[in-house]
């Protein structure tokens, strides 16, 4: 048997182990599932994601239903100074967004 703890188990830190003879081996497991992403889809705003599984047993598909979320407000901005530059050269635009009045 070889051993890399020099301490008393079970009090072994760091983690330590012992090596001993390779067992039998095992009997032969179920074949694995190829699992897949089908479509994913979006609902209205406000609902619940949803997960639905189809395929089969060994080849299971996944489709998503994603809610979309709220629209956001639009922004509103005004161009200041914009000034022309050389050619193949870039020019300078400068915005300032204009703040939304509390209602």
Do not use: D, H, W
Not at 49 to 65: K, P
């Amino acid at each position: 048997m070889k051993e890399n703890c020099k301490r008393e188990l079970p009090f072994c830190y760091p983690p330590c182990f012992l090596l001993g003879p390779t067992g039998p081996t095992g009997p032969q497991g179920l074949p694995s599932a190829q699992v897949l992403v089908g479509t994913t889809t979006t609902s209205l705003p406000g609902g619940s994601a949803e997960v639905y599984r189809t395929g089969t047993e060994n080849e299971v598909i996944l489709n998503f239903v994603i809610p979309r979320g709220e629209v956001g407000p639009i922004p509103s901005f005004e161009v200041g100074t914009v000034e022309t530059a050389e050619p193949n050269t870039m020019a300078s635009v400068t915005i300032t967004p204009i703040e939304e009045e509390e209602e």
